[in-house]
């Protein structure tokens, strides 16, 4: 939607923008392992998938036959797959989730952290990551999810034990994203490196 008196354009569902409201409440919070363990449990509630299982989150990548971790998904898979996911929550906690906004909620969320371009489509890895990050389940038993991007090297020989840590850095920068908005579009830098600002978590 268009802004007319700050003539910019706002991407986002207008409970989506409360939350991103609320989570900058928590920059009060003075660690930042506490900030932004408060931050993702606030999204994770919103978005109801505190209460979505790590099997029914695997059920429903198995259903759409996400596998190619490095294919891209366009905005109708992403809610088609949405939609599985909460209509099954529905069935279970028919009080507690309302489909249309929480798919409509996920998506953005989905969009703004993985297409920050605009493109209108993420990679089933990015999908997989978000979802599986945030479902209900011990972080041991996310590693060991089959859908779960540090499944793909755990199982191999030792010596490749460096990709599994590199892997696990990645996946370590992926979630600290995840509450964060997208920030605002800005020109290229020039050539040399140039240091930004310290943004809290």
């Known amino acids: 939607r268009e802004d007319h008196e700050t003539q910019t354009t706002c991407w ?23 900030r932004t363990a408060m931050k993702l449990r606030r999204l994770q509630k919103a978005l109801c ?38 209509d099954r929550l529905e069935q279970e906690h028919n009080n507690l989730v309302n489909v249309p906004l929480c798919v409509d909620m996920c998506l953005n969320w989905l969009l703004n952290v993985y297409d920050t371009g605009r ?21 041991e038993d996310k590693y060991r999810c089959k859908s779960c991007i540090l499944t793909l090297y755990s199982s191999i ?13 990645a996946y370590i920068v992926w979630v600290i994203s995840l509450p964060c908005p997208p920030p605002p579009p800005f020109p290229p830098s020039p050539p040399q490196f140039q240091a930004g600002p310290v943004l809290p978590l």
Do not use: W
């Not at 569902?13 to 409201?21: D, G, I, R, V």
């Not at 989570?23 to 506490?34: E, G, I, K, P, T």
């Not at 209108?120 to 389940?137: D, H, P, Q, Y």
């Open 119 to 139: 493109t209108g489509r993420i990679r089933v890895l990015s999908f997989k990551t978000g979802i599986i990050s945030l479902c209900k389940a011990h972080l």
């Open 12 to 34: 986002d569902h207008p409970k989506m923008t409360e939350l991103y409201q609320s989570l900058a409440d928590l920059n009060n919070v003075r660690f930042s392992a506490y």
């Open 49 to 86: 998938l505190d209460l979505l299982s790590l099997s029914a989150a695997c059920d429903a990548l198995d259903q759409h036959n996400l596998k190619q971790n490095d294919q891209p998904m366009d905005i109708l898979q992403i809610i088609n797959c949405l939609t599985t996911i909460y």
């Open 157 to 169: 020989d030792n010596c490749f034990s460096f990709l599994f840590f590199f892997l696990l850095c």
